[in-house]
């Protein structure tokens, strides 16, 4: 067992490229790097465009309706299938989380089936939502 | 399980328990706002007006508001904790989010309450 007890070189540095490509990420931290990704994209920009939405939609009739055209956009629907799918994402995910900490589904199986049934749940809920905005 | 002397410093427990509680309560309101705008179809000005007019709403509203500040921020913390390592840099970065979050609440509170 020479060639395995040889010494390592450490740190080992990563190009992006290897991050990207080489490294082949389980489903459990596919779902954890997005829920990371997602959280951070809904405090900015999604919360503020929906405090916007918000805002202007509640001010007054014509503001209401100018929202209402505003969302023909091709662009807007862009942006709101991708908050729609980041919502849906750290909604299913947050509760997959939820159910880990009381250590349910903590064993190797159920946390793979369990990650990619978040994965999919949320991109069929992004479709669903999605196809009512257009 | 690391042994660590206590010494009146907080760990994080408060931090990680105050961001599930805050997911519990925006989970709850979502489940509540979906239902509220597929029962009140089809959404007119005056229904949406109406709607954010009432005692409960904008009360539920504002605890969505709050959660979502205290539980953005625990979690903007972790992740500049872990990606940002010049402390400048950090600490910039933390007062930015404070202050976004912060403005957010007071944007939601004045949308709700004017």
Same mark, same amino acid.
């Given at each position: 067992?020479?060639?395995?007890?040889?010494?390592?070189?450490?740190?080992?540095?990563?190009?992006?490229?290897?991050?990207?490509?080489?490294?082949?990420?389980? $489903?459990?931290?596919?779902?954890?790097?997005?829920?990371?990704?997602?959280?951070?994209?809904?405090?900015?920009?999604?919360?503020? @465009?929906?405090?916007?939405?918000?805002?202007?939609?509640?001010?007054?009739?014509?503001?209401?309706? $100018?929202?209402?055209?505003?969302?023909?956009?091709?662009?807007?629907?862009?942006?709101?299938?991708?908050?729609? @799918?980041?919502?849906?994402?750290?909604?299913?995910?947050?509760?997959?989380?939820?159910?880990?900490?009381?250590?349910?589904?903590?064993?190797?199986?159920?946390?793979?089936?369990?990650?990619?049934?978040?994965?999919?749940?949320?991109?069929?809920?992004? $479709?669903?939502?999605?196809?009512?905005? @257009? | &399980? +690391?042994?660590?002397?206590?010494?009146?410093?907080?760990?994080?427990?408060?931090?990680?328990?105050?961001?599930?509680?805050?997911?519990?309560? &925006?989970?709850?309101?979502?489940?509540?706002?979906?239902? +509220?705008?597929?029962?009140?179809?089809? %959404?007119?000005?005056?229904?949406?007006?109406?709607?954010?007019?009432?005692?409960? &709403?904008?009360?539920?509203?504002?605890?969505? %508001? +709050?959660?979502?500040?205290?539980?953005?921020?625990?979690?903007?913390?972790? %992740?500049? &904790?872990?990606?940002?390592?010049?402390?400048?840099?950090?600490?910039?970065?933390?007062?930015?989010? %404070?202050?976004?979050?912060?403005?957010?609440?007071?944007?939601?509170?004045?949308?709700?309450?004017?």
């Amino acid at each position: 067992m020479a060639s395995a007890s040889a010494k390592k070189i450490r740190p080992k540095y990563l190009s992006l490229p290897a991050i990207l490509f080489q490294i082949r990420l389980p $489903a459990p931290g596919l779902v954890s790097i997005l829920h990371r990704i997602s959280g951070a994209l809904l405090v900015l920009p999604f919360a503020a @465009w929906a405090l916007y939405l918000l805002d202007t939609s509640l001010r007054s009739e014509s503001g209401f309706e $100018a929202i209402r055209s505003y969302f023909q956009l091709p662009l807007v629907k862009l942006g709101m299938l991708l908050f729609i @799918w980041a919502y849906c994402h750290h909604f299913c995910a947050g509760i997959r989380y939820l159910f880990l900490d009381i250590d349910v589904g903590i064993e190797l199986r159920p946390a793979r089936i369990s990650s990619f049934a978040v994965l999919l749940v949320s991109l069929a809920l992004t $479709a669903i939502l999605g196809a009512k905005l @257009w | &399980m +690391v042994k660590r002397l206590v010494v009146g410093a907080h760990y994080g427990l408060r931090d990680w328990l105050a961001q599930r509680i805050t997911a519990a309560i &925006m989970a709850a309101y979502t489940l509540l706002a979906l239902g +509220v705008v597929l029962t009140h179809q089809p %959404i007119t000005y005056a229904v949406w007006k109406d709607l954010f007019a009432r005692g409960w &709403m904008r009360g539920a509203t504002l605890l969505f %508001i +709050v959660s979502l500040a205290w539980h953005a921020w625990v979690g903007a913390r972790d %992740i500049l &904790m872990d990606y940002v390592k010049p402390d400048g840099l950090r600490l910039a970065l933390q007062v930015f989010a %404070i202050l976004l979050l912060a403005g957010y609440l007071v944007w939601g509170a004045q949308i709700l309450f004017r």
